[in-house]
């Protein structure tokens, strides 16, 4: 079974009786659960921006919900967004950054200066673009 994000947040928020039961139930069912990176990224992002959770506790919760071993990811791409996440940046960045290498692609290129930082104390090239090019 594929697992939309709007059911991991219903499984982990627990704040819908009804819906996070019948999520519970589903889960329950199924012999294995693919999670996308997509779904895992709209995830981190309602975590923080609606249910107003700490980085942390946001991995945390990653962790948790990808523990089962029933749970296929892509774990290295996972990995990474978890890393850039526990250097305060963002979940997607580092699933983005991930998989543009997996797909090649040597420079990382954003104008995120945060992201940029994270991406060059890792060893990796990357080019922070000027958001007010002169």
């Keep these: ?18 819906q996070s039961a019948a999520a519970e139930h589903r889960l329950r069912q199924a012999k294995q659960i693919y999670i996308a990176n997509s779904s895992l990224c709209e995830f981190v992002w ?18 948790l919900l990808t523990s089962d071993p029933r ?20 979940f997607a960045d580092g699933v983005i950054e991930f998989e543009g290498r997996k797909l090649g692609g040597e420079i990382f290129v954003t104008f995120d200066r945060h ?10 090239q990357c080019d922070l673009l000027a958001s007010d090019p002169a």
Excluded: H
């Design 1 to 18: 079974m594929i697992v939309d994000t709007n059911v991991l947040v219903r499984v982990w928020a627990a704040d819908d009786p009804v």
């Design 115 to 124: 992201a940029a930082a994270i991406v060059s104390a890792q060893g990796r």
């Design 46 to 63: 309602v975590a923080r921006k609606v249910y107003r959770q700490t980085r942390a506790d946001i991995a945390a919760a990653i962790q």
């Design 71 to 90: 749970v296929v990811i892509d774990l290295p791409a996972v990995t990474a967004g978890l890393e850039f996440l526990g250097a305060g940046g963002d």
